[in-house]
């Protein structure tokens, strides 16, 4: 039977008036007449942690699609939010903590929402970590879990055995907040994360108090822990601790569990016998999850989505937790991570510990502007 295409565009004609199918041509020809939407260019702006990714995932990504990527780094949530704040920062890929970050960047307005038809590897994420992070980003409409870990405490073992008391325990918040017990560490280097939404946390749980608190005498109170322990902290960074700690030139770091791994690791492979223990305390420690996701103005969205989606494959995101020594939530990565890796405690941790871990919420802009005063004053010491 020959085929009549045409026969039922005239039919559906047939039924309209002369004006209603001379609009209808009209509007066909200017959409003929419209540029078809313009491929991209092969460029993509990638704004990413430092020491969060494999050394060959750009390398690789650009040799598959011929993208030409833009790498730079920060180390603070607060560097990137008043990045995205600002607008037109370029990016066409950053990735915040979940919470309190993204969750307040999402209100916002900062990011746009995923197009899961381009994000073939989704059902591979852990549906529990989804569920989670909803709390952060609703429906999970614009954000995809890249690395996850715990905050807690790395430190040169042999010279917390040579310095401090028999007994003093390792796994609590006490080796970084008891004045008694981080004063003798001071002459060997202690370090915090330059984060008061790191900081305070912890100096809560070591009080025995809710990390997460958001009320003002809470806030008071940790500002007071951490007060008293200033004059032993050499200094405030988020990344610097990492060689440091390797190297010996300090002895004790607030850090991100996977960066305190890696400064396990450069210890190891430079063998000069440093050796380094790392905890989470068993007061509890913040969980951090943290996400990719694509700015509302981002200049290639479609590259974009193609970075992200080969992130999430199994061998490339296996690659990446091997290197940085975080977790990820890709189902299907786990038979490709290091054994030792999976094995890991502090990588992957235990359910008791898991249970004890919390995510900070988004402040009040009220709440913000206290804690942001409190963290001025334990820093500079007045
Ligand atoms: C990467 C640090 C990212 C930790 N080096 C923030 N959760």
Redo the contacts with the bound molecule.
Sequence with gaps: MPIQPNRQVSRAFAGMTGKMARSLLTLGLLMLSLPATAAEEKLLNVYN????IAPDTIEKFTAETGIKVNYDVY?S?ETLAAKLQAGQSGYDVV?P?ASPFLAQQVKAGLYQPLDRTKITNWGSLDPAILKALQTSDPGNAHAVPY???A?GIGFNIDKLNKLLPPGTPRDSWSLLFDPAVVSKLKGCGVSLLDAPVEVFPAALAYLGKTGASQSTEDLAAAAEVVSKIRPNIRYFH??KY?NDLANGDICLAHG?V??LV?ARNRAREAGRGVDIGIVIPKEGAIL???VAAIPVDAPHPDNAHRFIDFLLRPAIIAAITNT?G?ANAVLPARPLVKKEILADPVVYPPEAVRAKEFQVPPASPDFERVRTRAWTKVKTGH
């Excluded at 942690?49 to 969060?52: A, E, L, R, V």
Aim: aromatic share 20%.
């Design positions: 942690w430092s020491d969060y180390d949530n990735f903590s690395m996850i870990a905050t988020s990344s990492i991100y996977g960066d890696q951090g999850v943290d940085v975080y």
